[in-house]
């Protein structure tokens, strides 16, 4: 694949960063602005200005396409989605909106040339694109879902509030150690270079989860009783576990599945409006075990597992704290 240096891309092997116990080491994000009500905003909200790229396999572009659909802006924001074979161009997309020009193929490495910033680093999924002033506004997912929640309320009005002031502070807290047990906890396994980087990361990856797992036994969601931004962040690794973290990350200690509370909790928030029909397991799995020879040499892609998030549950009939 490739990499950006100084707004130039340039085909080259794609490696893995780790640090020198051989555990995986995420990159940072750079393109860090927002978009604002406040006067004078660079960047102010706006119906059709906002452009949102993503990829079904990616989870961290996930949770911005449920954020959307939640708030309701699927007619405020635009989406494109990239293919799932990420090749030397890296993320691709050959639904180029309108005043990009209109290609069969458009690498997402062009926006950052477009954007002009001097960018070296990785071009990845999501970016948030400003059609006016035909630059990104934001590559970090964690930010773009804030945006999305907070900004657009003449568009998103009535709906759920997702970080809500009382809840602030809790949800941060647990979002940190979701992040890093769960959500990069399972790239740590994936991705760990040596025995004990991959011991470590699998026992606070199931630590985590059975911290997550007792937390669901007093309450319906992650944060109470209501669906907050915390549940988006976990869902969508939750999603993927069984079908790709599973095994090709060697997350193999249980299925998410096998969690009393775990289990019912993913189906009851793929049956609410905005979740479930943004999952798309046939594309993580090609996506996921489709891209790495060195996980996966042979490229065979699995057929299994059956998951069946249509399942009944019965989190919605509990008497919660």
Known sequence: MGRMYDDVWRVSEEKTRVDDKGAFVRGVTKFRHSISRETGAEFPPEKGRYHLWVAHNCPWAHRTVITRNIKKLQEVIGVSVAHYHRDEDGWWFSDSIDDLLPVKKFPLHRLHTMSGAHYTGS??????????????????????????????????????????????????EVNEWIYSGINNGVYRCG???????????????????????????????????QITEADVRLFTTLVRFDAVYFSHFKCNRQRISDFANLGEYVRDLYQTPGFGETVRTDIYKLGYYGRSQRLNPSGIIPIGPALDFDKAHNRADRSWS
Not at 127 to 143: F, N, Y
Request: negative net charge.
């Open 123 to 172: 071009a990845t999924v999501p970016v948030l694109w400003d059609r006016k002033l035909g630059t990104i506004v934001c590559d970090e997912s964690a930010e773009i879902i804030r945006m999305l929640n907070s900004e657009f309320g003449e568009w998103s009005e009535g709906t759920v509030d997702l970080y809500p002031e009382p809840l602030r502070k809790e949800i941060d």
């Open 191 to 225: 991705f760990a270079r040596s025995q004990d980087a991959y011991e470590e990361a699998f026992a606070n990856l199931f630590a985590s989860l059975d911290r997550v797992e007792e937390r669901l036994a007093q309450h319906r969601y992650v944060v109470g009783n």
